[in-house]
Nanobody, 123 residues
Framework: VQLQASGGGLVQAGGSLRLSCAAS????????VGWFRQAPGKEREFVAA????????NYADSVKGRFTISRDNAKNTVYLQMNSLKPEDTAVYYC????WGLGDTVERSYDYWGQGTLVTVSS
């Protein structure tokens, strides 16, 4: 599975962005997908994850109520809708795929990683 993250950019605090994670591979619908982010000088952290069936969705506490993860298996794409953005959301955002399909929150569960997309939120 190859992943391509896109949709990052510069936005003012309170604004919105939608990230996309497009995947190649016909088995993508059986994979869970997670979003992680890494801010300058910090370790990469979990943001959100969705199981293969969309039956399990997890969010980091810091983004609950503001971010929404969803997937369209027909398009081999997972989305991260980010609303009410804050300067502390500034980071490189990565999507990753987990072949076990469960939507785990831990980085080591993920087998495939895309390149990051930069999100910058200005105050």
């Amino acid at each position: 599975v190859q992943l391509q993250a896109s949709g990052g950019g510069l936005v003012q605090a309170g604004g919105s962005l939608r990230l996309s994670c497009a995947a190649s591979g016909r088995t993508f619908s059986s994979y869970a997908v997670g979003w992680f982010r890494q801010a300058p000088g910090k370790e990469r952290e979990f943001v959100a994850a969705i199981s293969w069936s969309s039956g399990t969705i997890n969010y980091a506490d810091s983004v609950k109520g503001r971010f929404t993860i969803s997937r369209d298996n027909a398009k081999n794409t997972v989305y991260l809708q980010m609303n009410s953005l804050k300067p502390e959301d500034t980071a490189v955002y990565y999507c990753a795929a987990d072949q076990w399909g469960l939507g785990d929150t831990v980085e080591r569960s993920y087998d495939y990683w895309g390149q990051g997309t930069l999100v910058t939120v200005s105050s």
